[in-house]
């Protein structure tokens, strides 16, 4: 076992409610600006203990998720040491194989790897996001009839376990500021979706 790492991804996207990716469809407007976020709550690659470690990645998708040729910006957490970072962006990059790298070979490009501070909050199925001066978004979760989160599962494209549940919502901020890299993004009310992750390569 090269890695097993477990905790919260939020994703949050210029797609309207519901992000067509997870269904495998094409993203509402044809290409689709992302932010997959990754809190790593317990983990170890290779002997690393990566536990606390956070990750994100800002994605340009030029169309369908699945046909891939993402164009990538990562942000690796500044509380992270040198060992841990390469430990994480190996497992992250697809090097160590695994269900990780089945979502890895989806990025065609690596425009640049930057290190922040990254602020990962989740109470409940709301969550919030921080990436220094670069990112900034909130999750709000969609309410069923009974009173509890709406759910998907099984989806064609769920970065987790397969039955595992992810929380759909919308987010009140989503606000990108990396006119670098040709993302600027200010948006309120799109898609934010939630869910557990927990891989083993």
């Given amino acids: 076992?090269?890695?097993?790492?477990?905790?919260?991804?939020v994703e949050i996207c210029t797609c309207?409610?519901?992000?067509?990716?997870?269904?495998?469809e094409?993203?509402?407007?044809?290409?689709?600006?992302?932010?997959?976020?990754?809190?790593?709550?317990?983990?170890a690659v290779e002997g690393v203990d990566v536990s606390g470690v956070n990750l994100v990645i800002l994605a340009h998708l030029p169309g369908n998720a699945l046909q891939g040729n993402w164009r990538a910006v990562l942000y690796m957490d500044d509380g992270a040491s040198a060992q841990q970072e390469e430990a994480v962006?190996?497992?992250?990059?697809?090097?160590?194989?695994?269900?990780?790298?089945d979502l890895a070979q989806l990025i065609g490009e690596v425009a640049a790897v930057h290190r922040?501070?990254?602020?990962?909050?989740?109470?409940?199925?709301?969550?919030?996001?921080?990436?220094?001066q670069a990112?900034?978004?909130?999750?709000?979760?969609?309410?069923g009839a009974s009173g509890n989160p709406t759910v998907i599962?099984?989806?064609?494209?769920?970065?987790?376990p397969p039955g595992t549940p992810a929380y759909i919502g919308k987010a009140p901020t989503y606000r990108v500021n990396v006119p670098e890299h040709g993302f600027s993004i200010d948006l309120q009310g799109h898609n934010a979706v939630q869910t557990r992750f927990d891989f083993t390569g």
């Fill in 1 to 9: 076992m090269a890695y097993h790492v477990k905790g919260n991804m």
């Fill in 16 to 24: 309207k409610i519901m992000c067509p990716c997870w269904l495998g």
């Fill in 26 to 43: 094409d993203p509402d407007g044809g290409t689709c600006d992302g932010v997959l976020a990754w809190q790593i709550d317990e983990g």
């Fill in 89 to 101: 962006l190996n497992v992250f990059s697809g090097k160590l194989g695994g269900p990780i790298a």
């Fill in 116 to 132: 922040a501070p990254i602020a990962f909050a989740t109470q409940g199925v709301n969550g919030s996001l921080r990436v220094g």
């Fill in 135 to 143: 990112i900034e978004a909130d999750m709000v979760p969609f309410t």
């Fill in 153 to 160: 599962q099984d989806t064609v494209f769920l970065p987790s």
